[in-house]
């Protein structure tokens, strides 16, 4: 009875992280939440870009899009690239690579400059974010430590979304928009430096070959795609170059599955697309970031066109979100462990639902903004649960030498999901807005209210398909 009493006793006795697993979670945290960062800091500098190159309104978008493309279209390669030739190494490359382009945007005398800046900024991130969380996800075993170490990063990581569009106005303001570019020089040569001393390389075995047709037809896809997307915001979603850029797509997609099928190496085995986890994983990490990130694009122009708030203004009420963010992230990793991914995952779409379906309600005075705050508050908890959840998913039951394609996946999502959300939305808040009578702040709140519905009914769909079919034994 006392050796049973003192094994159960071991067993309640959570797992520690030993002080080096601690730095490693530092260093590469940092990383993720700089790389989180970068993607919103220049959204509220956006005008003052423009006034200080000479960016005409519709340019503007590129400075957008100039770092989506190359972040969602060669995440994919650039994981698998990291488990066959060194997860660190890929690392350290896109570590230098964002110096790189960080530097050339702050020092832009052309607008040029500025979008090969922010080019090599998303190429930095395709590369850098698989090979960090892949080295994340091997430097911890598989339960309590892993789940506790994804949660951290999903919370940075929303975070620093948030952040960004804070410090943006907050550089703006004070001092340029260039050093929305320029602090990252300093930060990415730090973490450059202390990686070689804390984090193993993670590398595959020797022979390994890279799949050049899938990684041709799979990067050639997924650019296409999110120029599609990029295209239909600029020039509407029935435009010749917009259906030419989805039909490529299509075609490239298709190329790829039966590249893959045959493959003697392939990029991605089909064997893992046809995984329960892996699938309806990725599609909730979709739902989760699509949604999300359009969420605070709406919000912005409810805030700055309906309430006239100022863009500092605007950021700071974007810190609850922040705030709530932090607190699903922190907390994902308990909640997992009291209810199990599948019923986390569920009842944090759910969640999320039904705080951005209150913001419906949102009037045009300013004592709305109580409304705002706890809904993004509750929201912003719900994303985060679900975005830990479908990260635990995607890369659960893999061995460590295919993290870096699981990941990769994973950020694929993520950053399709970023890419596309925004031009979904923005079309449906458009439309309807010019059925109110233009521009004024009344037919504003009408597509704002519309669109923030829409939003909540595709996150009740994705807790529906989860509860139908990521059926709760296929998920640890």
């Known amino acids: 009875m006392a050796v049973l009493e003192e094994v159960a006793g071991r067993a309640d006795v959570r797992p520690r992280m030993t002080a080096r697993q601690r730095m490693v979670l530092v260093l590469l945290l940092g990383a993720q939440f700089m790389l989180a960062v970068d993607f919103s800091i220049l959204n509220v500098a956006l005008p003052a870009v423009g006034d200080g190159l000479g960016f005409g309104l519709h340019a503007l978008q590129w400075v957008a899009s100039g770092f989506a493309l190359p972040a969602a279209g060669l995440t994919l390669l650039s994981g698998r690239v990291a488990d066959l030739f060194g997860r660190r190494r890929m690392f350290l490359v896109g570590m230098a690579l964002l110096a790189a382009g960080s530097l050339i945007g702050g020092l832009a005398a052309t607008p040029a400059m500025l979008l090969t800046g922010r080019a090599l900024q998303g190429v930095a991130t395709a590369i850098s974010t698989p090979a960090a969380l892949s080295l994340l996800t091997t430097a911890f075993p598989e339960g309590a430590l892993r789940d506790r170490a994804l949660g951290l990063n999903g919370a940075l990581m929303s975070a620093g979304f948030t952040a960004g569009a804070v410090l943006g106005g907050v550089l703006t303001d004070l001092l340029s928009w260039r050093w929305a570019f320029l602090v990252n020089v300093p930060i990415a040569l730090l973490i450059f430096a202390g990686t070689p001393r804390l984090v193993s390389g993670g590398r595959a075995s020797e022979g390994a070959r890279l799949d050049v047709p899938g990684a041709l037809t799979v990067t050639g896809g997924l650019l296409a795609l999110v120029y599609g997307v990029t295209a239909a915001g600029e020039k509407g979603w029935t435009a010749p170059v917009t259906l030419a850029a989805f039909g490529v797509a299509v075609a490239l997609l298709v190329a790829f599955w039966f590249a893959e099928a045959r493959a003697a190496a392939p990029l991605v085995p089909v064997r893992i697309l046809r995984r329960r986890t892996v ?198």
Do not use: C, K
């Open 279 to 476: 699938v309806w994983g990725n599609l909730a990490g979709l739902i989760a970031f699509l949604t999300e990130t359009s969420l605070v694009f709406l919000m912005t122009l409810y805030l700055q066109e309906v309430l006239g708030y100022s863009p500092l203004v605007t950021g700071l009420a974007f810190g609850v979100l922040g705030a709530g963010t932090v607190v699903g992230g922190l907390f994902g990793a308990r909640t997992i462990a009291r209810l199990g991914t599948y019923r986390t995952l569920i009842g944090a779409f759910v969640l999320q639902a039904a705080a951005t379906a209150s913001l419906a309600a949102l009037g045009d005075a300013h004592r709305w903004i109580l409304l705002f705050l706890v809904a993004t508050f509750v929201g912003g908890v719900g994303n985060m649960l679900a975005i830990v959840a479908f990260m635990v998913t995607a890369t659960s039951g893999l061995p460590d030498a295919e993290q870096g394609l699981a990941t990769g996946l994973a950020t694929m999502t993520q950053q399709i999901g970023i890419t596309i959300g925004i031009p979904v939305m923005s079309a449906i808040a458009t439309a309807r807005t010019s059925a109110l009578g233009g521009p004024h702040a009344q037919a504003v709140l009408g597509g704002v209210r519309l669109a923030v519905l829409a939003n909540a009914a595709i996150v009740l769909a994705g807790a529906l398909l989860m509860a139908l079919f990521l059926r709760r034994r296929t998920v640890r």
